[in-house]
């Protein structure tokens, strides 16, 4: 199995432009979590989708992000305009079950270095 | 906000020796989760704990936890160059959404 995998590793764009970050989960995995990480806020959890729908999307900044899931092996997660406070690692996890009593395991992607200049 | 806490921050070791990070939480859990982050990676998964367990070992980890205290801690036994990295652990804030904690980033000096 390949693993979570995200596209692009680095991006690197100026403020105002769109940046669309893509992610293939693990097949079979019904659950997909993307993650921002960064030094101030460590790794905050964006958006959740279970079965492709967005389930828990409170973590989203603002109206900039959007996210997306349009079938089972592929998610994406846009930001438009980016700004230079957007710059962070942006991870793509998914499961094959829930974390709560059940305690499944999350699979991370290698992330992708976004820098907004 | 964090549900879990490392602690220490840092902490730098002699390769050989053994390393102890401890997590605490605010509220009840069923499980408690630890992962390892390597130097421009993802996350990696490294042991899960129940609640009603109070040990568990894989390989040269082990982990403890003690729900009376709301605190857990993660022992790293004979450590490699390879443990270099940041460590977190992560509980469940309702069914799906694991809350992790700032991290215990580990050094192995060869």
Known sequence: DAGVIQSPRHEVTEMGQEVTLRCKPISGHNSLFWYRQTMMRGLELLIYFNNNVPIDDSGMPEDRFSAKMPNASFSTLKIQPSEPRDSAVYFCASSPGLAGVSGNEQFFGPGTRLTVL | ?110
Not at chain 2, 33 to 60: A, D, F, M, P, T
Not at chain 2, 74 to 94: E, G, H, K, P, Q
Request: glycine content about 6%; hydrophobic content about 30%; some cysteine.
């Open chain 2, 1 to 110: 906000s964090q549900q879990g806490e490392e602690d220490p921050q840092a902490l730098s070791i002699q390769e050989g020796e053994n390393a102890t990070m401890n997590c605490s939480y605010k509220t009840s859990i069923n499980n408690l989760q630890w992962y390892r982050q390597n130097s421009g990676r993802g996350l990696v998964h490294l042991i899960l704990i129940r609640s009603n367990e109070r040990e568990k070992h894989s390989g040269r980890l082990r982990v403890t936890l003690d729900t009376s205290k709301k605190s857990s801690s993660l022992l790293i036994t004979a450590s490699r160059a390879a443990d270099t990295a940041s460590y977190f652990c992560a509980t469940a804030v309702n069914d799906y959404k694991l809350s992790f904690g700032a991290g215990t980033t580990v050094t192995v000096r060869a």
